[in-house]
T-cell receptor, first 109, second 113 residues
Framework: KNEVEQSPQNLTAQEGEFITINCSYS?????LHWLQQHPGGGIVSLFM???GKKKHGRLIATINIQEKHSSLHITASHPRDSAVYIC???????????FGKGTHLIIQP | DVKVTQSSRYLVKRTGEKVFLECVQD?????MFWYRQDPGLGLRLIYF???????EKGDIPEGYSVSREKKERFSLILESASTNQTSMYLC????????????FGSGTRLTVV
């Protein structure tokens, strides 16, 4: 079974700072998801990666398959980026995602 | 806009009650999933289904059952609710065939008293 580790667990930063959240996993995967969960619970899928790098606005996600590691970066962070960010690894079967425990990000004005 | 809809946002039930959590998706997805989310434990898979009338146990199926009579609907059933089933429940769906894209519902926060 895949083990997915995220770091840091909690991160508080000032508005405008560059944010990096890391995710590592223990066995090979088909894809890795980065998810965002705002207070109130609903989860939004930000990225799905199987290789390389993806960018959407101020968010950038990278994955290194050989090192079994992915990062989520936020440039020019803003208080509205405050949320829990979760990485989730998808193995080869149909049995769903294995989730990291999440990174609780607070961006202060 | 594609959607996974969970029937209740907040639910309070008594110990011993039978509880139904409903999830409906409008994307014609083959795979549907039920997760629970608890502080410090993250999201854990309860059950999943890859076809109508098919179901598979996830990591923590004890105390739960599921039903998938139609492709678009996946129900989670707590046969006799207990206080340790107080949690946030999230439904998700995905396509088969290697697309890997997941869509999540907004969650149901269940409190069992």
């Amino acid at each position: 079974k895949n083990e997915v580790e995220q770091s840091p667990q909690n991160l508080t930063a000032q508005e405008g700072e560059f944010i990096t959240i890391n995710c590592s996993y223990s066995v090979g995967i088909s894809a890795l998801h980065w998810l965002q969960q705002h207070p109130g619970g609903g989860i939004v899928s930000l990225f799905m990666l199987s290789s390389g790098k993806k960018k959407h606005g101020r968010l950038i996600a990278t994955i290194n398959i050989q090192e079994k590691h992915s990062s989520l970066h936020i440039t020019a962070s803003h208080p509205r980026d405050s949320a829990v960010y979760i990485c989730a690894a998808l193995g080869g079967g149909a049995d769903g995602l294995t989730f990291g425990k999440g990174t609780h990000l607070i961006i202060q004005p | 806009d594609v959607k996974v809809t969970q029937s209740s946002r907040y639910l309070v039930k008594r110990t011993g009650e039978k509880v139904f959590l409903e999830c409906v998706q409008d994307m014609d997805h083959e795979n549907m999933f039920w997760y629970r989310q608890d502080p410090g434990l993250g999201l854990r898979l309860i059950y999943f289904s890859y076809d109508v009338k098919m179901k598979e146990k996830g990591d923590i199926p004890e105390g739960y059952s599921v039903s998938r009579e139609k492709k678009e609907r996946f129900s989670l059933i707590l046969e006799s609710a207990s206080t340790n089933q107080t949690s946030m429940y999230l439904c998700a769906s995905s396509t088969g065939g290697g697309d890997y894209g997941y869509t999540f519902g907004s969650g149901t926060r269940l409190t069992v008293v």
